[in-house]
């Protein structure tokens, strides 16, 4: 029988296998003697005259914490047909709540739309403007709102032409968190194309036709 008495509590050991999670395993100890099953395999020692302390061990690569994530925590960036163009929610497009109020939805996506046609010679003095003799008015628009916008941040608005006609132009388009994660709104916008002077629908000219096709899209998946 040996007279040194079994120690206790808890050890952390070096991984034995190699890798894996930490889990506890039982290990027994006499006075520096180390045994995996107990002290029945030292001789001279029963079972009532031991502690048992816990080793940490680690368990085999498949229960490893090294696992694809859920999908779920996976952020999922939103097609984005078309022309994608940053804008801007200021202070005073607040409601009450601290979240952007509904009206500015359209106002995000009229400063999209102008800054792309801007980009290429629009411009609402006619004298200056690529495309004489234009002048595109709102005729229909249509908003679907996903989730809410809070506070001043920096947004994406994504448009393309869903359809091109003799003075009109169907363009759909989505509202995005800046990284394209979360989509705020959606929905369609159609515009057409005015005589300035008589105020009735022209026809689109051709100039104003080759930049359309430039964002021609069929409609994408959600």
């Known amino acids: 029988m040996h007279d040194r008495p079994f120690s206790a509590g ?3 050991t070096e991984d034995r296998l190699g890798h894996g999670a930490p889990v506890c395993a039982p290990i027994f100890v006499d006075d520096g003697i180390r045994s995996p099953t107990g002290p029945d395999d030292v001789p001279g020692c029963g079972r009532d005259s031991h502690k048992v302390i816990w080793e940490v061990d680690r368990l085999p690569p498949h229960t490893e914490a090294h696992q ?3 999908p779920k925590d996976t952020p999922v960036t939103i097609s984005t047909p078309g022309r994608t163009v940053p804008v801007r929610v200021h202070f005073d497009e607040l409601d009450p709540w601290g979240m952007l109020h509904h009206s500015r939805y359209a106002v995000l996506l009229d400063r999209a739309i102008l ?3 801007s980009e290429h010679g629009a411009d609402i003095d006619p004298s200056r403007s690529a495309f004489k003799g234009a002048m595109g008015v709102v005729r229909d628009l249509a908003i679907t709102y996903r989730a809410p916008i809070s ?3 920096e947004l994406a608005v994504c448009f393309w032409v869903e359809s091109v006609g003799r003075s009109s132009v169907v363009y759909g388009f989505k509202l995005l968190s800046s990284d394209l994660s979360v989509l ?6 159609v515009d057409v194309n005015i005589d300035p002077g008589t105020l009735t629908s022209a026809p689109l000219s051709e ?3 080759e930049v359309l096709m430039t964002l021609h899209e069929a409609p ?3």
Request: glycine share 8%; net charge positive.
């Open 10 to 12: 808890f050890e952390a």
């Open 68 to 70: 694809p994530p859920h």
């Open 115 to 117: 800054t792309f046609w």
């Open 151 to 153: 506070g001043i941040c």
């Open 184 to 189: 705020h709104a959606e929905g369609r916008r």
């Open 207 to 209: 100039a104003a036709r």
């Open 220 to 222: 994408p998946p959600h």
